[in-house]
């Protein structure tokens, strides 16, 4: 499903901080995606949990991890930030480099994304969303997929990302570019729904 274009116009993050806040978008390309509207239970839960063991994981090291709504500008150069036009808020990310970050967010790519794929945005996500992280740089990025119980990984491979490992929710799995992060899917599980209901 693909999410609604606030208008046709091109924009760039000048234009983003006008906007007023109780309506979120975020800026791909120049073009405005409206958010949809604020997520289900299940998917703050799986969210919740995956930050809990991210920030354990990570506790005492100059990594940070952090949640939507949190601005991630994706410049294409070294334009400055009033005319980048690419800012997305991932549901979960990881930033190793402080020099990256402001009070306004995080300025380049992040080290790792987690996006938990929702009926209203997974369309969006697995395509528009994804080609953007990959046209910022961002090293690593997990799609999780909750119904279907598997997460779909993509790591870059020179310029693009390669072919995507897939694994089903259950046991461990480590962030191959942050090793010292390894989620346990078996306390994930418990708020994802049973396979056979």
């Known amino acids: 499903m693909a999410l609604p274009q606030r208008d046709t116009a091109y924009h760039t993050y000048a234009d983003y901080l006008a ?34 063991q991210v920030r354990n994981a990570l506790e005492g ?13 994706l410049p294409k150069a070294n334009e400055a930030d009033a005319r980048v036009d690419t800012v997305v808020q991932p549901d979960l990310l990881v930033v190793c480099d402080p020099a990256k970050l402001d009070e306004r967010g995080l300025r ?62 259950r046991g461990t799995l480590a962030v191959a570019t942050l090793p010292e992060i390894e989620v346990d899917w078996e306390r994930v599980l418990p708020a994802l729904p049973s396979a056979s209901g």
């Open 61 to 73: 090291k100059s990594c940070r991890p952090y949640i939507a709504p949190f601005d991630v500008r």
């Open 108 to 169: 380049g790519a992040p080290d790792w994304v987690v996006e938990v794929l929702s009926p209203a945005t997974a369309g969006h996500d697995q395509t528009v969303k994804l080609a953007a992280y990959e046209h910022g740089r961002v090293p690593e990025v997990w799609l999780v997929h909750p119904t279907d119980r598997v997460v779909t990984i993509y790591r870059l491979a020179g310029e693009a990302y390669g072919r995507p490992a897939i694994h089903e929710t």
């Open 19 to 52: 906007w007023p806040e109780d309506v979120r978008y975020e800026l791909i390309d120049g073009v405005a995606y409206l958010m949809a509207p604020a997520p289900a239970r299940l998917h703050q839960e799986i969210v919740g949990e995956l930050f809990y």
